[in-house]
């Protein structure tokens, strides 16, 4: 699928610094800005080193592959769209990074099945940025992530959502860490607490 300058994103930290991946032209596609990634990752600096994290709605591919950039371990995309799927696969590529999978599933159907695929042990670190057309996205991810033991103990959930949109309830295991604003969208990183 042709990209053109306008849809490319560049990686704002790590061993890619500087790097620009292209991303498949989709609508509705909306890469998180570097500014947000930039404060995200430095919220995220004591815990990516090693990480296993899980991209649930990965689009441009950004914050998993910069995920990647910084020293994860491990990163997991999941896309449901073939087109975007396959633009994300090239882009793995290009950088010959061994450490990023994509996976072509609608996220809510994978964390739900069972036994759980591609999940050896539980994720450091979930970056949850659902399309902000379907509201009740976040809501349901939050609930299987919680449930599905998906998630270490002390993991760190990232959410980011259109400014208008209240949070949705987090579960009792869930403590909010930071809440930022920038423009029209509101971002936030949760912790999982060991001791619940």
């Known amino acids: 699928m042709p990209t053109g ?38 919220w995220l600096q004591p815990v990516i080193e090693g990480a296993r994290c ?3 709605f990965a689009g441009s591919g ?23 799927v396959r633009v994300l696969e090239e882009q793995v590529r290009v950088l010959g990074s061994s450490a990023v999978r994509v996976v072509h599933a609608e996220a809510r159907a994978w964390l739900a099945r069972d036994p759980k695929p ?8 979930v970056f949850l940025d ?17 449930d599905g033991g998906w998630l270490r103990a002390d993991a760190r959930i990232y959410l980011e959502a259109d400014a208008r949109t209240p949070l949705p309830a987090l579960p009792p295991s869930w403590s909010l860490l930071r ?18």
């Open 130 to 146: 659902p399309p902000f057309a379907d509201p009740e996205l976040p809501a349901a991810c939050i609930g299987l992530l919680e």
């Open 5 to 42: 300058p306008r849809n490319r994103v560049r990686i704002v930290g790590g061993r890619w610094r500087g790097r620009r991946v292209s991303f498949a032209p989709v609508p509705g596609l909306r890469p998180t800005p570097d500014r947000v990634r930039e404060t995200l990752f430095n």
């Open 62 to 84: 950004v914050l998993g592959l910069e995920a990647a950039s910084r020293g994860a371990a491990r990163v997991v995309l999941v896309e449901r769209d073939l087109r975007v």
């Open 179 to 196: 809440s930022r604003r920038a423009g029209q969208v509101a971002y936030h990183l949760a912790l999982r607490s060991s001791e619940h």
């Open 54 to 56: 899980l991209d649930l």
């Open 118 to 125: 591609s999940a050896p042990e539980p994720f450091d670190v």
